[in-house]
Every structure is written in C-alpha cells, then in structure tokens.
C-alpha cells in the first residue's frame, strides 16, 4: 500500500510546540546542567506507560483499512500525547512545578477568553451564520477558540475548587 501525498504535511500549533519542546529536553538530556543528577528510576517508569500504549497502537497498524488516516491518528492522538506525558513526567520534579504548569494553563485560557471578547465587543471580528455573530479572535473558526477554551476550562475550575484542598494537604 503506497502512501502518497497529494495534500500538504499538516501541524498544528500545539503539535509545533511539542516537537520544539522535545529538542529542548533532548538537548538538556544530552547536556545536562553542572550538578544535574543522572535519569532516575522514577524517569525510567515514567517512559513505560506510553511506550506500552504507543506500542500497542503501532502493532494494530497492519489490520487498518485506512492506513494512511491511521498513521495520522497514530501521530495526533497516541505519539505526540505519549511524548508529552514523557516530557512532562520527566521535567516537573515537585507538586509546586506541576501547579505553576497548570495556573500557566489556565492563565492561558483565560488570556483567549479575554482576548476574544474584546474582538467580539470592541473590533467586531465575527463570524455571522444564519444572523448569530460567532466569536473568532485568534481561530479562523469559532469551533476551534470553543474547542480550546473547551479543555482549558475544566482545568481552571477544577485548580478553582480543588486547589486550596491539594496545597493543604501538600504542605
């Protein structure tokens, strides 16, 4: 089975950075600080999930119809998550980095919301379907800035409910 292009190579944005960030970490990796300890065994556990997940999607492969859409999910939805697990797991080494991480998210989320109610009110950048105007702002689809804010969301309430609960019981 060939599998020829006859479109262009798609990435996305958030894809962009998970490849920019794995040549950061390879390139820490390979050339660690001055007094940066060797991987430990917590790294090495951590590599084992994936790699059994990415493994077990790669053996399915062969009993595809649709190879060349099935690599493509293999890419999107099981490698590049499975790495930024691994990256994840293998960076942050206290709860304090993981919350920084996770308020640096929804900071984000809320920088996109603001951001595209002020095109909304102020600039006027909509889309109009059918006499209901959709917000765009930094999307060229109001589907994609509600898919976003969409997982951004969950991760801002959950920090805003269970937050004090986790620092207390962390330290």
């Known amino acids: 089975c060939a599998l020829g292009r006859s479109e262009p190579f798609e990435v996305s944005l958030a894809e962009y950075a998970v ?5 950061a970490w390879g390139a820490r990796w390979l050339r660690p600080p001055r ?7 917590r790294w090495r556990r951590a ?18 119809d649709h190879l060349k859409e099935a ?18 797991t ?7 980095e993981v919350w920084r991480a996770l308020f640096a998210l929804s900071g984000l989320g809320i920088g ?4 595209s109610l002020y095109h909304y009110w102020v600039i006027g950048v ?27 969301i969950p991760v801002a309430l959950c920090q805003l409910l269970f937050g004090a609960v986790v620092r207390r019981s962390v330290g």
């Open 19 to 23: 490849l920019v960030c794995t040549l």
């Open 35 to 41: 007094g940066a300890a060797a991987p430990s065994a």
């Open 47 to 64: 590599l084992l999930p994936p790699a059994l997940f990415l493994t077990a999607a790669v053996i399915t492969l062969p009993f595809t």
């Open 71 to 88: 690599i493509r999910e293999l890419r999107t939805v099981v490698a590049e998550p499975a790495l930024f697990y691994v990256l994840a």
């Open 90 to 96: 293998t960076t942050w080494r206290s709860v304090a």
């Open 112 to 115: 996109m919301a603001l951001f």
């Open 126 to 152: 909509v889309e109009n379907t059918g006499g209901v105007k959709r917000i765009l702002a930094i999307y060229h689809s109001p589907n994609h800035l509600a898919l976003a804010l969409g997982r951004l």
